[in-house]
Antibody
Framework: EVQLVESGGGFVQPGESLTLSCAVS????????MNWVRQAPGKGLVWVSR????????IYADFVKGRFTISRDNARNNVYLQMNNLRVEDTALYYC??????????WGQGTMVTVSS | DIVMTQTPLSSPVTLGQPASISCRSS???????????LSWLQQRPGQPPRLLIY???KVFSGVPDRFSGSGAGTDFTLKISRVEAEDVGVYYC?????????FGQGTKLEIK
């Protein structure tokens, strides 16, 4: 069974950092592009970042450029999102998502990030 | 960025009746490779989203055949032939033709 399990969320103050992890199983991570998508409480879906199979190409939404870094370790079956200089507006449930034909076929349950003073 | 606009935002439907959701993009979703990367996702209450349809009309594995997608260019439609109770949730269109990927605002499907 294909599974994505996120971890690393938590409660932080503005300006602080967090690193999210996504542990994958049931498929070969090196065969897939991976995304992070977030959803603020009661709101819609917002794409954050994408990384290709070997990590050479990484793309970010404008609102996280320079603050967030996506990475992957195919040998350890993990995808990461390093988030620096967090803002109140980054508060959201962060989903790890597998890319499928420029869509998204597998989603984790998400990990909650709360940024508040 | 490509803006995705869904209508309606809320859709009360009677069980067993059809439902339809429209999605319009601010520019053509035809990719340089000739494909159109428009998909539909369903998010049931308290659950992560689930892929229903990709590339306009391809039904994803395990999705009931009462779901169908159509459209071209900038106008797309998701149809449910006969709504069942388990279809309650929020439906999103999503474009993957251009980065950043963008989603519609979501359409809440509820039972009358």
């Amino acid at each position: 069974e294909v599974q994505l399990v996120e971890s690393g969320g938590g409660f932080v103050q503005p300006g602080e950092s967090l690193t999210l992890s996504c542990a994958v199983s049931g498929f070969t991570l090196s065969s897939a592009w991976m995304n992070w998508v977030r959803q603020a409480p009661g709101k819609g879906l917002v794409w954050v970042s994408r990384i290709d199979n070997d990590g050479r190409n990484r793309i970010y939404a404008d609102f996280v450029k320079g603050r967030f870094t996506i990475s992957r370790d195919n040998a350890r079956n993990n995808v990461y999102l390093q988030m620096n200089n967090l803002r109140v507006e980054d508060t959201a449930l962060y989903y790890c998502v597998r890319d499928w034909w420029y869509s998204t076929d597998t989603w984790g349950q998400g990990t909650m990030v709360t940024v508040s003073s | 960025d490509i803006v995705m606009t869904q209508t309606p935002l809320s859709s009360p439907v009677t069980l067993g009746q059809p439902a339809s959701i429209s999605c319009r993009s601010s520019q053509s979703l035809v990719h340089s490779d000739g494909n159109t990367y428009l998909s539909w996702l369903q998010q049931r209450p308290g659950q992560p989203p689930r892929l229903l349809i990709y590339k306009i009309s391809k039904v994803f594995s395990g999705v009931p055949d009462r779901f169908s997608g159509s459209g071209a260019g900038t106008d797309f439609t998701l149809k449910i032939s006969r709504v069942e109770a388990e279809d309650v949730g929020v439906y999103y269109c999503m474009q993957g033709t251009q980065v950043p990927y963008t989603f519609g605002q979501g359409t809440k499907l509820e039972i009358k």
